[in-house]
């Protein structure tokens, strides 16, 4: 009989490496809380922070369950506070880069990094299958650039697996303020503009094997051409929610069944949560694992975010950041997502079927045609 | 029937999709908009196969189907299980909320498309020669005439209200260009059962595509179809207004104009009023939603309230049933709350609150009813003298007849009861109206030769210059 399990990865952990991930989660925590709430290394913002708060979280905070004193973070401070602020004092002589997460108009919010994309993608590059994602090969980012990290992670991954990455332009910006004024066909024009740039590079240049793109622009590719015969074995793929159907449907037909379909879930302030293998077995579910103890995800009840929902059920997700470059206790994302177990490959809990926060919720319609 | 699994139809062929919706009675596939767009890039493959079969051979299978959707066992679902016509009633009662009679109504308006199609045709043509369609070009009234297709397929965007206006699309089929349908949340069952009543008939799968799917599926469907009937309210609409490839029906805001001449009559107008507002449970757009009378409003509003009060809800099976109910409750407490909180607006007054005992809304045998609600304004500026509901609702204002044509505003039909030459003349020079009855006839009467909306043959076909050497 055939174990019920899509991949020996989706199998539910055991008892043990639960215990343990949690085990190493909580040293993780304690080490970065001291770090980021210790005068000698950590930043104005959460130094300060803390006296206001009246309480040490450097000594008060044993684990992770004891974050749930913080309240959750107001992104707007990522856009109001200066980011010398978010400096820590160890990092202090060290030029930092700035990146950008969303933004229309206005102030966009900004973090402050100086490896942590690196790392992020450095360990997002050991989940790689190699005879998808050949070494030594291309790359295509067809994806957000500007003050994003993703144009240098991406690069990045690329150089750490022997190959280059070629970049197009792609303001994501233009598009969504196109569709916020209801300019729907500027939109498409510029969709059309991205796409042609990514197919050009692709006809013209060889040995590009690996793409990163959006859903969107992915779809938008295969409607002209023949991914996998321009040479695509792997993609990799960010940025919005896709729905188990889109899943199965941009690995079975845009992508043929032939090259890998790659999924991830992440942004500026997270780094990059993985998938475990998409298949019909699963139900072309996605499941996604934060990359932990770096960063933490929880799906919580809505209405009280101290509180998580049980395995199995739809809650919101919440992100907590844990890194010495950044500290960002209990964001509130605007998705909503499935809780799921831990897995063999990820012992700790995993999310589901991310969707848009209150995707369910109907409208009323008036008249009758 | 064991549980229903509705898949979509990709070029006929069954998909089930990983995403799916529930309705009343059936899991429903959901595709998503890639596919459908990717669906649309061989849509004139089929629109080529279609183009090989005689016009008289596709009015064969018009009539063939004709018969399957009014009585025969055609496939629903993917797991082998088939419908009858009283299944299809049952089931499209269920999800959509209207009684069996209303359906049973509705699917007679469907078949007779069907079972018509050489009339229909024969009206949407102006007595064009198929023939000529078949061969591009041929003679009418012994002028040579071409005519060529604008599109390789017809996208259709339905709503869930009444299945009545699945009619609307049937002629492309005979009018040989491919369908690709996306069904109303709770009515997947009418365009699945006509659809494969064709396959049934013989007309070729890949003509028709059925894809429920999401308004981002609905945009993909409208952006990628060579043109499109487009089913919904402004929020929706208005991003088509001025796309010439887009054919919008949007709510009706049909209405009933009485002239000076015949208000004296008034009396005897009263089911005239009352089918133009109830007909089909007061959910087509071609019911009238506003009266407007040059005197004895109030008394003609009051009478009319007491004449609608008698239609109360049924159960769904009561061959008296004409009421609808509503399968979301949520969707009637809108409304309802909608409706009282206007009402605080000084100027209107609720006639039927005082015609009937029970209250507006009201549950029956498990279901929620809106029951039938006539309101008077005293101003065409009031909130509620221009609104149309899911339900039998109409507001009646009073003004001078020779004010009426300058605030009527845009209206699907307009029913206009009078005998005064001068006025008839200058309704018929009104841009404003779209389908003119004149006389004491519903805004709900359809004569299959007049267009409902739109002539679907100028929408999917132009005519061209020919000239050929002798």
């Known amino acids: 009989m055939n174990a019920p399990y899509a991949s020996p990865a989706h199998r539910p952990a055991s008892a043990a490496a639960v215990a343990a991930a949690a085990k190493k989660l909580d040293a993780h925590v304690r080490a970065i809380v001291s770090w980021h709430f210790s005068p000698a290394t950590g930043s104005p913002f959460w130094l300060e922070w803390a006296r206001k708060a009246r309480w040490n979280p450097a000594k008060e905070v044993k684990g992770f369950k004891d974050l749930l004193r913080f309240p959750n973070f107001a992104d707007d401070l990522l856009r109001d506070e200066p980011n010398e602020r978010w400096v820590p004092k160890a990092y202090a002589k060290r030029p930092y880069m700035i990146f950008e997460t969303g933004g229309t108009t206005g102030m966009p919010k900004q973090r402050v990094s100086w490896q942590d994309h690196l790392i992020d993608y450095s360990e997002f590059s050991l989940t790689l299958e190699d005879r998808y994602f050949p070494k030594n090969s291309h790359w295509l980012m067809a994806g957000p650039t500007g003050p994003r990290r993703l144009r240098l992670a991406i690069e990045h991954l690329a150089n750490i697996r022997g190959g280059s990455c070629y970049h197009l332009d792609l303001d994501p910006r233009w598009v969504k303020r196109c569709l916020g004024k209801g300019d729907y066909a500027q939109a498409e024009a510029y969709k059309e503009h991205v796409v042609d740039q990514a197919i050009t590079i692709l006809r013209n240049r060889k040995n590009i094997h690996c793409l990163f793109t959006t859903p969107k622009i992915l779809e938008a590719m295969a409607e002209r051409t023949s991914l996998v015969g321009l040479g695509i074995k792997g993609v990799f793929c960010g940025g919005t929610s896709m729905t188990p159907q889109v899943v199965r449907f941009l690995s079975e037909e845009v992508l043929e069944g032939k090259a890998q379909f790659v999924p991830t879930y992440g942004n500026t302030l997270m780094g990059l949560a993985c998938s475990l293998p998409v298949s019909a077995n699963d139900g072309w579910s996605v499941t996604y694992h934060a990359p932990q103890p770096r960063a933490v995800l929880r799906v919580v009840n809505p209405d009280d975010a101290t509180q998580d929902v049980a395995v199995g059920a739809w809650g919101r997700v919440e992100l907590t950041t844990l890194t010495k470059e950044f500290f960002m206790p209990r964001l509130l994302e605007r998705d909503e997502a499935m809780r799921k177990q831990p897995t063999a490959r990820y012992p700790w809990d995993g999310v589901a079927d991310v969707r848009p926060f209150g995707a369910q919720s109907g409208k009323i319609i008036e008249g009758v045609y | ?470």
């Not at chain 2, 308006?109 to 079972?115: G, M, R």
């Not at chain 2, 007595?127 to 041929?138: P, R, T």
Request: glycine content about 8%; some cysteine; charged content about 20%.
């Open chain 2, 1 to 470: 029937m064991s549980a229903i699994h509705i898949p979509a139809l990709r070029f006929g062929v069954p998909y089930r999709s990983v995403d799916t919706l529930s309705t009343t009675g059936a899991q429903v596939s959901q595709v998503n908009s890639g596919l459908i767009r990717r669906d649309m890039l061989r849509i004139a493959d089929a629109a080529a196969e279609l183009q090989d079969i005689p016009s008289k051979r596709l009015l064969a299978i018009c009539h063939d189907a004709g018969e399957f959707f009014l009585s025969g066992r055609v496939p629903v679902g993917d797991a082998g299980q088939e419908q009858t016509a009283d299944d299809y009633v049952r089931q499209t009662s269920a999800s959509c909320g209207l009684p069996h009679a209303l359906v049973r109504n509705n699917m007679g308006k469907i078949a007779h498309v069907l079972l018509e199609m050489g009339a229909i045709l024969k009206g949407l043509t102006r007595g064009l020669d198929l023939s000529v369609l078949d061969a591009g070009m041929g003679e009418q009234q012994g002028v040579p005439v071409s005519f060529y297709r604008t599109a390789d397929s017809l996208g259709v965007v339905l709503p869930s209200n009444s299945p009545g206006v699945n009619s609307l699309w049937i002629p492309a089929i005979a009018l040989k260009v491919p369908v690709a349908l996306k069904p109303g949340r709770d009515d997947p069952w009418t365009p699945y059962r006509i659809a494969q009543s064709l396959i049934a008939a013989g007309c070729p799968r890949s003509a028709l595509s059925f894809y429920p799917t999401s308004h981002e599926g609905a945009h993909a469907l409208l952006a990628a179809a060579g043109r499109s009937l487009l089913f919904g309210d402004a929020s929706i609409t208005k991003r088509y207004a001025g796309d010439p490839r887009v054919e919008l029906h949007g709510p009706g805001y049909s209405k009933v104009l009485i002239g000076a001449d015949r208000i004296e009559g008034w009396r005897d107008l009263i089911e005239v009023l009352a089918s133009s507002v109830a007909a089909n449970g007061g959910r087509s757009c071609i019911n009238a939603s506003t009266i407007i009378v040059p005197a004895h409003g109030r008394e003609l509003a009051a009478a009319l309230a007491r004449r609608l009060a008698e239609v109360i809800p049924r159960d769904a099976d009561d061959p008296q049933a004409v009421l609808a109910g509503f399968a979301n409750p949520v969707m009637a407490e809108s409304i309802n709350a909608a409706i009282d909180h206007d009402l605080e607006e000084p100027g209107a007054i609720d006639l039927s609150a005082q015609a009937r005992a029970t209250p507006r809304l009201l549950q029956h045998q498990g279901r929620t009813f809106l029951q039938p609600t006539v309101v008077f304004c005293q101003s065409s500026g009031h909130a509620l003298a221009n609104r149309e509901f899911l339900f039998p609702y109409c507001s009646v204002l009073e003004m001078p007849q020779d004010e009426m044509l300058s605030r009527i505003g845009p209206s699907l039909v307009v029913s206009a009861i009078t005998d005064d030459h001068a006025w008839r003349r200058e309704l018929l020079a009104s841009p404003l109206i779209h389908r003119l009855n004149l006389g004491a006839m519903p805004t709900s009467h359809v004569h299959w030769d007049q267009p409902h909306e739109g002539n679907l043959f100028e929408v999917l076909y132009r005519r061209r210059a020919v000239q050929t050497v002798a």
